[in-house]
C-alpha cells in the first residue's frame, strides 16, 4: 500500500481482556517501530524491529507487552490483561534502514485503545 | 537517557504573524532532527528536517535552524495561516542508534 495501516482504527477492551493490534508497515521499509501516544503527549519509544529482529524493546512499559515480527512485514503489539492505564493511541511507523541512514519515520493512523 | 526538552507547549498567533518552536536535545550523538505536525485525530507527518552537517533549511513558509554547539534547534514559521493550527513535534535521533526521541508538543492556534 501506499502507506502505514493499522488496524483497528479503535479498540474498547474491559479491564485484564488482551488486545492485539496490526501494523502493515511500508513495503520494502527495513525498520519498524511501535510508539504510545497518551493524550496532550509526544510519542514514546516503546519498540523496534530491523527485519524481524527486535532489536530494542526497552521501552516496552511492562510484561503484560509483546510484539513480533515473524516475517520481517506485518507487526503485531500484544497487550495482555490490560489495565487503564494503558489506555493511549498506538502509533506504528515505519522507514527506511534506520542507524544506517538518517531517515524519516512513516506513521500509521494509530489504534486508539480504550480500557474501561 | 536521552532527551528532547520542546517549548512553548502552547502558542496562539495572529494570521499572518511568525511563530517559532524551540527544542533542546541531550544526546550530543544526536545527528538528525525531524519536525512532525500532528493535525487532531490524524497522523504525525514529517514537515521539515535537518541533518547536523547544516545550521539552517527552509522549504517555503517553514525553517529549521541548528546550534549542535548548544544543542539546540528551532522550528519558524512565518505567514502563519489558520490551517498550519495543529500541534507540531520535535525530534532527535543519530546515526548508528534506533530511536527517535520525541518532544512533547507545541499546541499551535492560528487565530484568523
Known amino acids: 500500500g501506499a502507506g502505514v495501516s493499522q488496524s483497528p482504527r479503535y479498540k474498547v477492551a474491559k479491564r485484564g481482556q488482551d488486545v492485539a493490534l496490526r501494523c502493515d508497515p511500508i513495503s520494502g521499509h527495513v525498520s519498524l517501530f511501535w510508539y504510545q501516544q497518551a493524550l496532550g503527549q509526544g510519542p514514546e519509544f516503546l519498540t523496534y524491529f530491523q527485519n524481524e529482529a527486535q532489536l530494542d524493546k526497552s521501552g516496552l512499559p511492562s510484561d503484560r507487552f509483546f510484539a513480533e515480527r515473524p516475517e520481517g512485514s506485518v507487526s503485531t503489539l500484544k497487550i495482555q490483561r490490560t489495565q487503564q492505564e494503558d489506555s493511549a493511541v498506538y502509533l506504528c511507523?515505519?522507514?527506511?534502514?534506520?542507524?544506517?541512514?538518517?531517515?524519516?519515520?512513516?506513521f500509521g493512523n494509530g489504534t486508539r485503545l480504550t480500557v474501561t | 537517557g536521552e532527551n528532547v526538552e520542546q517549548h512553548p507547549s502552547t502558542l496562539s498567533v495572529q494570521e499572518g504573524d511568525s511563530a517559532v518552536i524551540k527544542c533542546t536535545y541531550s544526546d550530543s550523538a544526536s545527528n538528525y532532527f525531524p519536525w512532525y505536525k500532528q493535525e487532531l485525530g490524524k497522523r504525525p507527518q514529517l514537515i521539515i528536517d535537518i541533518r547536523s552537517n547544516v545550521g539552517e533549511k527552509k522549504d517555503q513558509r517553514i525553517a529549521v535552524t541548528l546550534n549542535k554547539t548548544a544543542k539546540h534547534f528551532s522550528l519558524h514559521i512565518t505567514e502563519t495561516q489558520p490551517e498550519d493550527s495543529a500541534v507540531y513535534f520535535c525530534a532527535a535521533s543519530s546515526t548508528g542508534g534506533f530511536k527517535t526521541i520525541f518532544g512533547a508538543g507545541t499546541r499551535l492556534f492560528v487565530k484568523a
Open positions: 511507523a515505519s522507514s527506511l534502514e534506520v542507524g544506517k541512514y538518517n531517515s524519516p519515520l512513516h
